[in-house]
């Protein structure tokens, strides 16, 4: 259809939700919602002919049926984009929806709606805050300290609605507090305010388990934002609860878990060293041995990574928890998951977690590998031996590289640490586990003459 027989239905429609039976009134409204969730250009009809504005206004005065279709309505044409969800916020919508709130029975389908229209941009965002859910009286005259303590109320207020024995209630609730929180750190530091970390970790004990993902994303977008926000969730308890649920949750359930731990990990040394010492570091080991999915294991790798690159004992955690082969495996050459894995062998000076990598990582890898055996070899005689001993020399030298790149230059420099000293060693033979002989070079204080 063209777009004027398009604005002919729904001017029939607006004939419809005006009719005397309230179950023709309550059929319409429905239809309608389904239409305007189907297109956006009859979302955008609705909203001009103020058949939005006339439903927003009728909400007080009809039963429960019809403002719940009234709900679906101003679900559907906020959800389209930023500027229908101001429109539901410039006709009355968060107010209607408010007072839809206080009804039991149409809870559940008012408290989706605030989700949707906090989700498209940061102005309707801070409307669902400074219009306020349960319609708080609400001035734009009022002095700043009266502005800070309305919204305050807000949060807490549906914080309080977090303890609702429904399970769906609780959902919506957490998802509204999700979308508020992800705009700005202005919103984010409102909910924290609420003394939010408390209150929804005991949600973490709820049998609903789209109800604990929920509680987990929150925690994700608040600490995104800064370190201060992470040291505030780390001070709190936050580390243990997030590695309790990855123990307990499995597949795509788990990638808010993972992604708090890297974004916490990200902000600092400090509060990267917090991660591993709750155990968290190992929690990723075992998530990224346990899922299948590349897109879970893209999340691990990424954290581990936010871990890892910090110090040489941020990286050392990493290869002793014997990642760093299991993270070249799943490197497929994706710039993200390269820079991760570059950045924790750049700071890795534990020789042995990195000897495993000199079997088959792909060159451009390969080279940080070799140049971190490069930095230390030269300056510790022990590692030198152990280099010997353990056969890493051996597989240096059985390398080829392209004279004059920068993997014939590392290899060179390997090379090198050995050469000087060739007449202070000698070679020594025995058994191995498996009776066969191997033979390695030991380095000795003796002198030329004496060896």
């Not at 939700?17 to 239409?35: C, F, K």
């Not at 307990?248 to 917090?274: F, Y």
């Amino acid at each position: 259809m063209d777009f004027h027989q398009k604005e002919k239905i729904i001017s029939q429609f607006r004939l419809l939700t005006l009719d005397e039976d309230p179950s023709i009134q309550h059929n319409a409204v429905v239809a309608l919602g389904h239409l305007v969730e189907h297109s956006e250009e009859l979302a955008m009809i609705v909203v001009k002919k103020d058949i939005l504005g006339q439903l927003i206004k009728s909400i007080p005065s009809q039963d429960q049926h019809y403002k719940k279709a009234a709900a679906f309505v101003l679900r559907a044409v906020a959800n389209h984009s930023p500027e229908l969800s101001q429109a539901v916020v410039d006709c009355g919508g968060l107010d209607a929806l408010g007072i839809s709130l206080k009804d039991p029975e149409v809870k559940e389908a008012a408290a989706l709606a605030p989700g949707n229209i906090a989700q498209q941009d940061a102005m309707p965002a801070q409307a669902v805050v400074d219009a306020d859910a349960v319609s708080l009286p609400f001035s734009l005259n009022t002095s700043e300290l009266v502005w800070e303590e309305v919204n305050m109320d807000t949060i807490a207020l549906l914080v309080q609605m977090i303890h609702s024995p429904d399970a769906k209630v609780k959902r919506q609730v957490l998802s509204t507090l999700i979308q508020i929180t992800k705009h700005s750190v202005e919103l984010a530091e409102m909910v924290i305010a609420a003394d939010i970390f408390s209150e929804v970790m005991v949600c973490l004990q709820d049998p609903d388990e789209y109800v604990k993902k929920d509680v987990i994303t929150l925690m994700w977008e608040v600490v995104r934002h800064n370190a201060e926000f992470a040291q505030r969730f780390v001070n709190c308890g936050g580390l243990a609860e997030v590695v309790d649920y990855l123990d307990k949750s499995h597949g795509s359930m788990r990638i808010p878990g993972i992604m708090v731990l890297g974004c916490v990990a990200s902000h600092g040394e400090n509060l990267a060293m917090a991660v591993i010492l709750s155990k968290g570091l190992h929690q990723l080991a075992i998530c990224l041995s346990e899922e299948d999915n590349e897109h879970i294991k893209g999340a691990t790798v990424w954290s581990i990574g936010q871990i890892g690159h910090h110090t040489p004992e941020h990286a050392k955690a990493v290869a002793t928890e014997g990642l760093l082969p299991k993270v070249l495996l799943f490197y497929t050459g994706a710039s993200s998951l390269e820079k991760s894995l570059k950045n924790i062998l750049l700071k890795c000076t534990h020789l042995p977690s990195l000897e495993p990598l000199l079997n088959n990582a792909p060159s451009n890898i390969l080279n940080h590998v070799l140049g971190q055996f490069s930095k230390v070899l030269p300056h510790d005689s022990e590692a030198r031996q152990e280099f010997v001993i353990s056969g890493g020399l051996s597989k240096v030298q059985e390398m080829e590289a392209e004279p004059g790149s920068a993997l014939w230059k590392q290899i060179n420099a390997i090379k090198s640490c050995f050469q000087e000293k060739i007449l202070y060693y000698f070679p020594f033979i025995f058994h191995c586990q498996n009776n066969s002989l191997i033979n390695y070079s030991k380095e000795c204080n003796l002198t030329k003459n004496k060896s």
